[in-house]
């Protein structure tokens, strides 16, 4: 794991890692603000021999990365809507569309019987 802004994550075996857990997860636990990037705080762990590593993360960082992946994934939600919006309205020569069949077209049919007149 490369750590962004050419820091280079701490990279521990697991004897030291071991020997100093309770001063690791001290140190992660008491950041308070997300640092830019999920690795910049980051500590490998990794077994002697073999390939892989595990990682210390700040829980801090975790929280605001899976913030940040949520805002992404509803952006990409959002234009996928756009496009298919898009795609819809040139093909449809002005003609109407009821919700049902709009839900039913991109893939949330189970929402059209309980919409009112379905």
Do not use: C, H, W, Y
Request: aromatic residues 2%; glycine residues 8%.
């Amino acid at each position: 794991m490369a750590a962004a802004r050419g820091k280079k994550p701490v990279a521990l075996g697991t004897s030291e890692a071991r020997r100093n857990l309770p001063q690791l997860v001290k140190k992660a636990s008491s950041r308070r603000k997300p640092s830019p990037d999920l690795e910049s705080n980051v500590v490998q762990i990794a077994t002697r021999g073999q390939e892989g590593s595990a990682s210390l993360v700040p829980t801090v960082d975790l929280v605001a990365a899976k913030e940040r992946i949520e805002e992404l994934e509803e952006e990409l939600e959002n234009a996928g809507l756009a496009l298919f919006l898009q795609e819809r309205l040139a093909k449809s020569q002005g003609k109407r569309l009821s919700a049902g069949d709009f839900l039913t077209e991109i893939g949330m049919g189970e929402f059209v019987e309980p919409l009112p007149g379905s």
